[in-house]
């Protein structure tokens, strides 16, 4: 893991796509939280995926399929 | 005498040290209160209480009240006496110890017989005159520094030359001062404001000073800041007397000047620069000697054709400033009869025949006019190089196009400034209409030929130009004399400095060529984007198998699709709460929707699996030993 998490990026990321929208402080920790976790599960998706196929390795194919599943349970 | 010496003999020694004390502390006051008027006061009180005491203890014991006003009118009396104070004089001092000593010691008691009392000695006209100085400089400080030294200003003024004169301030207009106080001011004020106000008013002062010094010091102070203010209004007067200018006959050369000086410095050219010049010329003009040779003036003369252009006149003036030889171009340039004369004689040496012969014919008919015109207006302050620049200048100029020429001509004829780089000619503008008009009567001949005068006198490549002008239509007879005194002055002065300063500014003002982006060329501006190998490293972590590269594309999309997702969300959490700014309980809420917060698992336990500590410390507040939480912000 790493040690420092890129808050200005993620600040910047949300501007991006919502210039009015203001974040608390710490506020982008959590919403990094929840990116990892995101990442996560996607991760856990795609390694079912890849025992699914007996690969050893875990190939794109697999992660899409785990992506779009992951996308829409990741919705709110 | 020996009586009342040995009287006092037991009742001077206490007093001796004391008044020995005093003057020793009114010495070393002496300059501190002329530096700061401001401390002025304090610095007296606390000299004023130890004075009081020693007073009182050595005068009797029935000194000891002193009352408050009686306090206070010496402290007033010392005030003025430090004021006026800028030299170490003993008279001063020993008068301001008398004063303060005679204010303690009057009120209270008889005096004592045996008191040695130094005669008051009163130089009223000097102290006036210091006081006046003292005073005008405190008003000019007042806007600005205080931290000139009167006393030091004062002795330097009388001390620097010509140039620093200059580089005082003085305003435009300076009406008649003496020529003391204007160097007093300009010394008082050699920090203040730039070279172009200095020159202006140092040419002002000069030219006021040596017309009449008849104004008193206070009037000098008071109307100094007011011409300075009122300058720009002159110069308008001075535009439209300009224009009178060329029927003007050589008349007295200080009344011309005078006049030309307000005129000079309201000619046309509403440009700060050329009233600055104007009154740099002046300054020279007047602090020269008109009597100074002739020769000078035939050099102005000869190389005055080409008007000047506010550039030349700048020029000119930081020549000037540049430039302690003042006094010899002064001379040069106050001559008008001289000009006139060293006109035709330029008109003579003209290179070429036949444009001499024009030049002659129409400088007979209007050379008189614009010569003494131009030398009235400027020729007072041309400045033989500053005219020989001109006139290099306008043959540059005649070499680019006719029209370069009248340019030229006229920029060097409207304002006296004889120096003016080679590239102001080129920035001439037109706005000496007064010398238009003349130039316009002079034709292009009297220009030529007084380019081509000019050229000849002038040392530098002006000759090659000067031909050229003459070929073109250069109208301007004016500058002819203008240049003349600067021709002169190119002569006498190393030209090579002069040719040399203008033109690396001129050079500079020149088409700004942008400096083209080497390297570090307009850094577009990057979209934020979350780091590729951390997203790798995390998943990675995440999936405990190898994973291609391909598939860590995908996860990238991936994650730009989750994130819009996610502001989107917030978005939607933050407007129901009513809120504007995303808290961290709509993150919570977001997260248990999604599944990730549960019962059984809460936030903060995500938290603390998947943070360091420190970002742990920050969302949660932490307990830490000693009794001490540690609270999120």
């Not at chain 2, 009081?52 to 003025?80: D, G, H, Q, W, Y």
């Not at chain 2, 088409?511 to 490293?537: A, C, D, F, N």
């Not at chain 2, 989750?562 to 009513?578: I, N, P």
Request: hydrophobic share 35%; with cysteine; charged share 25%.
């Amino acid at each position: 893991m790493k040690a420092t998490v890129p808050r200005l990026t993620l600040r910047k990321t949300l501007k991006k796509h919502k210039p009015q929208l203001r974040l608390a402080t710490n506020v982008d920790l959590l919403v990094h939280l929840n990116f990892l976790l995101f990442l996560h599960r996607l991760a856990e998706e795609a390694r079912t995926n890849a025992f699914e196929d007996k690969s050893k390795i875990i190939k794109p194919e697999h992660t899409i399929s785990a992506a779009k599943v992951i996308l829409k349970k990741s919705r709110g | 005498m020996l009586k009342r010496v040995i009287q006092s003999q037991p009742q001077v020694s206490p007093l001796a040290p004391r008044i020995s004390n005093h003057e020793d502390k009114q010495e070393a006051h002496a300059e501190v209160p002329s530096k700061r008027v401001s401390s002025m006061g304090e610095l007296q009180l606390p000299d004023v209480a130890p004075e009081n005491r020693i007073t009182v203890f050595c005068m009797t014991k029935k000194r000891k009240k002193l009352s408050i006003s009686e306090f206070e009118r010496a402290a007033e009396r010392r005030l003025p006496q430090y004021q006026a104070q800028s030299t170490l004089d003993s008279t001063i001092m020993t008068r301001s110890l008398h004063m303060s000593v005679g204010s303690l010691l009057a009120p209270d008691t008889v005096e004592k017989r045996g008191l040695f009392r130094r005669p008051k000695i009163r130089r009223a006209v000097d102290m006036q005159e210091f006081e006046g100085r003292v005073e005008q400089y405190m008003l000019k400080s007042k806007g600005q520094n205080y931290l000139v030294d009167s006393p030091s200003g004062i002795r330097t003024s009388i001390l620097t030359s010509d140039a620093e004169m200059m580089m005082n301030t003085t305003e435009l207009f300076v009406q008649p001062q003496l020529h003391e106080q204007s160097q007093n001011k300009s010394a008082l004020e050699p920090q203040l404001s730039n070279l172009k106000t200095s020159a202006e008013r140092s040419l002002i002062s000069d030219a006021d000073q040596e017309e009449a010094r008849l104004e008193g010091l206070v009037s000098g102070v008071s109307t100094n800041e007011k011409r300075y203010s009122k300058s720009s209004r002159l110069d308008h007067e001075h535009v439209d007397r300009m224009t009178h200018i060329s029927p003007q006959t050589p008349a007295k050369q200080q009344e011309e000047k005078q006049d030309h000086s307000h005129q000079s410095n309201g000619m046309a050219q509403i440009s700060f620069t050329e009233e600055e010049v104007v009154c740099s010329i002046y300054r020279w003009s007047s602090s020269l000697s008109f009597t100074s040779s002739s020769k000078y003036l035939g050099s102005p003369v000869t190389l005055n054709i080409s008007t000047i252009s506010l550039r030349e006149v700048v020029s000119h003036i930081i020549e000037d400033l540049e430039i302690s030889e003042t006094k010899e171009e002064m001379i040069n340039a106050v001559n008008g009869v001289e000009q006139e004369r060293i006109f035709q004689e330029a008109a003579e040496h003209g290179a070429n025949a036949g444009y001499s012969e024009h030049l002659e014919k129409k400088l007979s008919e209007k050379a008189d006019l614009q010569i003494t015109a131009a030398r009235d207006n400027r020729g007072e302050t041309e400045m033989a190089p500053s005219a020989g620049e001109e006139l290099a200048e306008g043959s540059i100029g005649a070499q680019g196009s006719p029209t370069a020429d009248s340019e030229i001509t006229k920029g060097i004829g409207a304002e006296s400034l004889g120096r003016h780089s080679h590239a102001f000619s080129s920035f001439r503008k037109p706005e000496m209409t007064p010398l238009n008009e003349t130039d316009e009567q002079g034709g292009e001949l009297q220009d030529q030929a007084v380019m081509l005068e000019l050229n000849s006198s002038v040392e530098e490549p002006a000759e090659d130009e000067a031909e050229y002008p003459a070929s073109q239509e250069v109208s301007m007879k004016t500058p002819a004399f203008v240049r003349a005194p600067a021709s002169n002055l190119l002569l006498s002065k190393p030209r090579v400095a002069k040719p040399a300063s203008p033109r690396s500014p001129v050079q500079q003002l020149q088409p700004k060529v942008l400096p083209r982006r080497l390297g570090t060329s307009e850094r577009k501006p990057r979209e934020p984007q979350i780091p590729r190998s951390w997203i790798k490293e995390a998943f990675r972590h995440f999936a405990k198998m190898p994973v291609t590269t391909d598939a860590y594309r995908i996860v990238e999309k991936c994650c730009e699709r989750y994130f819009q997702q996610l502001s989107d969300d917030l978005e939607a959490y933050t407007h129901h709460a009513g809120r504007k700014t995303v808290e961290a309980a709509d993150l919570e809420v977001l997260m248990r929707r999604q599944g990730l917060v549960t019962d059984k698992t809460s936030l903060n336990v995500l938290i603390e699996r998947h943070f360091p500590l420190q970002y742990r410390k920050l969302l949660i507040p932490v307990a830490v030993s000693g009794n001490k939480v540690i609270s999120s912000s």
